[in-house]
């Protein structure tokens, strides 16, 4: 791997408040690269003050952003959308840096923030209310308006989709936002916001507010000025501030775990079906909540679909993300212990390892957080690994043998996010698709994130949906008005 250390574009490290870069009232953050264990940089941190700081600020600015001439905040929204493109590379990089995800992969993040902002832009132009048949001389209408100041909470794992895909449709729609953003990747976050003041985005229409965690989420969950609350992350931090935003009502949008089934019929393209998985699966390394965790595939087939599977995956490579490798590192050691705990779970009752199933931490791995591309077969659900999210790069194989069977335990999990199903039955598709327990469903694909579709879950995986105009309308209050004529 190469040495990249010195290779960081320069970046702000201050908080971002009303306009203005700000020092922090607490100890600065070092951001490390996963790859090497090398310090990136120091970041400003707050806490309650600065975040009461910003939500003011928000607040402020919210009358005068919500006003705004509707094709003024569209052009401003599109020339956000512009600066990303032309900063593509610098942003990738940053992304990379701090996160460790392969470079073409961060490009690719940053292209979805392209699409989301434009997409988002001309939605503001689309939030179309209603008009009810009435009595004579009477009116009703219904109107949809901005709910007011958003609080923003977003992840490590996609650090700057998950800011322009909350912050996209809620200043479209004429909120302002709070954000915080993971500790762990800051970077993106404020480059981002570097281009938001670059394109003219008033004072305190977004303001970014770096720090720990339970002080910044306890300020805006208990602020009865911040209206709504969007947050992405583990379901037990989702459960959290659901309860702490019970005193003040506010709305909420949660994008919580998922534990992906992905369902091999016996009429499915072998070749095809082990491409999209290994692309989806290795996809940042398996540090996504839509990763596909458990793999079932109906017993005819297990054979040669398991053979396949193991070539592709020998081919996936692993290391520093700027080297053209497949996978990155893990985000930190807490990741891989996770892993190997799951792992000698499984082996421990009975999974047989076909690939892979350890650290790498010789030579160039030594300093970074790395895993070797795992193959678990025999899983059960007596494993742990059968019912806990896996965040990292390891298939466990499970064998079916009807529809109901791989029904019943597709569906045997507290999660609901995202589900995959391969066969060429179309009636068996709609059959599966119907009675599968889950937000989202690809069918022969696993493209199920776009800006136009929703996004979301049920059960523990969350509430609410992102993208597409059901997006925007979850920043919307609707107002009905009932107007008689004298």
Known sequence: ???????????????????????????????????????????????????????????????????????????????????????????????????GKPLAESKVEIQTNIDNMHWNAEEARRVYGETIPAPNNYKYEVKKQPVG????????NFPSNMIVRKIAPAIAAGCTVVLKPASSTPLSAIAIFELFKEAGLPDGVANLVMGP?????????????????????????????????????????????????????????????VESLV????????????????????????????????????????????????VGPLI???????????????KEKGADVLLGGERLTKGDYQKGFFYQPTILDGVTNKMNIFYEETFGPVIPLITFK???????????????????????????????????????????????????APFGGVKYSGLGRENGHFGIEEFMEIKFVNTFYF
């Open 1 to 99: 791997m190469k040495n990249i250390k010195g290779t960081l574009p320069k970046i702000q490290t201050r908080l971002y408040i009303d306009g203005k870069w700000m020092e922090g009232s607490l100890k600065p953050n070092v951001v490390l690269n996963p790859a090497t264990g090398e310090e990136l940089i120091a970041v400003e941190q707050g806490g309650a003050k600065e975040t009461e700081q910003a939500i003011a600020a928000a607040k402020k600015s919210f009358p005068l952003w919500s006003g705004m001439e509707l094709k003024e905040r569209v052009k401003i929204l599109h020339r956000i959308g512009d600066l990303i493109e032309e900063n593509i590379n610098r942003l990738a990089l940053i992304m990379t840096l701090e996160q």
């Open 149 to 156: 100041v958003v609080g923003a909470i977003t992840p490590w």
């Open 213 to 273: 965690a339970s002080k910044i989420g306890k300020t805006l969950t208990a602020s009865e000025d911040v209206r709504k609350l969007t947050f992405t992350g583990s379901t037990a931090v989702g459960q959290e501030l659901y309860k702490q935003s019970g005193d003040t009502l506010k709305k909420i949008s949660l994008e919580l775990g998922g534990h992906a089934p992905f369902i091999v019929f016996a009429d499915a393209p072998i070749e095809e079906t």
């Open 279 to 326: 692309k989806m699966k290795f996809r940042n390394n398996g540090q996504a909540c839509t990763s596909p965790n458990r793999i079932f595939v109906e017993k005819s087939i297990k054979e040669s679909f398991t053979k396949a599977l193991q070539e592709a995956v020998y081919q996936v490579t692993v290391g520093n993300g700027l080297d053209g490798v497949t």
């Open 332 to 346: 930190n050691e807490e990741a891989r212990k996770t892993i190997d705990e799951q792992i000698a779970d499984a």
């Open 402 to 452: 009807s529809e109901e069977q791989v029904i019943k335990m597709a569906n045997d999990s507290h999660f609901g996010l995202a589900s995959y199903l391969f066969t060429k039955d179309l009636r068996l598709a709609e059959k599966v698709s119907r009675a599968l327990q889950y937000g989202m469903v690809g069918i022969n694909n696993t493209g199920i994130s776009q800006p136009e």
